[in-house]
């Protein structure tokens, strides 16, 4: 059945709980209108900074009012992130790396 202005959105949580972020298509200022039958919904991201480590994804659909959830998959998805680039040594604790550089004056 159709649905008016569905926002399709996902959450990143790390292994111990911590919710890293959590974007939508409202947030990004996307109105879907009218939405009825199948579709895809790609969301691409430039550079992912999370540090090594084990995270879980969950996605959803709702509707614009946050009043109505019309599907949601909670951390059912899994990313492992590893650290293969030896010479990179610069962050180790955290979660997100800001991929800086030190300057020496």
């Not at 430039?46 to 480590?53: F, I, K, Q, T």
């Not at 084990?54 to 996605?59: E, R």
């Not at 009012?65 to 998805?77: G, L």
């Not at 010479?87 to 180790?92: A, L, M, R, V």
Request: aromatic content about 12%; some cysteine; hydrophobic content about 35%.
């Amino acid at each position: 059945e159709p649905i008016e202005s569905p926002v399709f959105g996902l959450a990143i949580h790390h292994n111990d709980g911590t919710h890293i972020t959590g974007p939508n298509t409202q947030f990004a200022g996307l109105d879907l209108g009218r939405v009825d039958g199948k579709g895809w919904v790609l969301y691409e991201v430039d550079r992912l900074p999370l540090l090594e480590g084990l995270y879980h994804v969950s996605v959803a659909v709702r509707n614009l009012n946050d009043t109505e959830i019309y599907d949601a998959q909670d951390r059912c998805y899994s990313i492992k992130i590893r650290n293969l680039d030896e010479n990179f040594h610069s962050e180790k604790y955290g979660v997100i790396s800001f991929f800086g550089h030190w300057s020496i004056y």
